[in-house]
């Protein structure tokens, strides 16, 4: 008797921990990291805030509320990271893809932004003082 309560709960911690291992994977397999050269080219980043604040608006001011930014294929940025920098207090200097979205980094390496997907070529940031900034894929010039 005490052998098969034992068995019994063997079998359903196992059944748990099976049931565990394999929604992680599962959720792991289900996002996929995209190769750099899908974000290398020029974006359009737009500095806007969800409530028209005081606050907000002075903040969305500096230096301008959207600029040009270039993603190079080498992991760094180009033009624009100053723009980028106003808003997120350090000037970027590199960026790299996420299963979910894109990252940028600061001069030592550190992330000091993320930029989520919202769809294939479209990504948003909040920053810590609430704005939005918007970073958009533009067509390319033929």
């Not at 290398?40 to 608006?57: I, K, M």
């Amino acid at each position: 008797m005490f052998n098969r309560a034992f068995t019994y709960a063997a079998s359903t911690w196992l059944s748990v921990a099976l049931v565990t291992i394999s929604g992680a994977t599962a959720m792991a397999s289900s996002l996929r990291l995209e190769e750099p050269s899908v974000f290398a080219g020029q974006w359009q980043a737009t500095l806007s805030a969800t409530v028209d604040e005081r606050q907000a608006q002075k903040l969305q001011d500096k230096p301008s509320n959207s600029c040009s930014v270039e993603l190079l294929a080498n992991k760094t940025l180009g033009q624009g990271a100053e723009c980028l920098g106003a808003w997120f207090e350090h000037v970027p200097i590199g960026w790299f893809p996420d299963p979910d979205g894109l990252s940028i980094t600061g001069h030592e390496g550190s992330r000091i932004g993320f930029f989520s997907r919202q769809r294939d070529g479209l990504y948003l940031a909040t920053l810590k003082s609430g704005l939005i900034v918007t970073l958009e894929r533009t067509a390319p010039d033929n």
